[in-house]
């Protein structure tokens, strides 16, 4: 396997490449929905509201971790999980970035 090379790229470009691979799977959506729909929740409660065993929600819960885009408290035997707002800062950044680019496009390249 060859190398990744991803220190011939800013930090910015690497944050931003983690954080979409960690965005890049239909359960870890739902997770984020769910973590937005209740402000804070239980892991066991997740894994009732997914068709996912719950070893398997726990590994999305880490990859999202992980990447900054959520945050898990213990509280007694159980984590507690909310959204991180520093890693949806940067892709909100990255975005507006791109809403700002295209505005200011007089006509299409393509």
């Not at 983690?18 to 359960?27: F, Q, S, T, V, Y």
């Not at 909310?82 to 680019?101: L, R, S």
């Amino acid at each position: 396997m060859g190398a990744s090379k991803t220190d011939q790229f800013t930090v910015q470009q690497n944050e931003l490449a983690i954080l979409a691979k960690a965005l890049g799977h239909p359960a870890r959506i739902a997770i984020i929905e769910y973590l937005l729909k209740v402000d804070a929740c239980i892991c066991g409660d997740i894994v009732n509201e997914l068709p996912l065993a719950q070893p398997t929600v726990s590994q999305h819960l880490k990859e999202l971790k992980n990447a900054g885009l959520i945050k898990g408290n213990f509280e007694g035997a159980s984590i507690c999980y909310c959204i991180d707002e520093a890693g949806f800062e940067k892709i909100k950044g990255f975005f507006q970035d791109i809403t700002k680019h295209l505005e200011k496009r007089k006509n299409n390249c393509c």
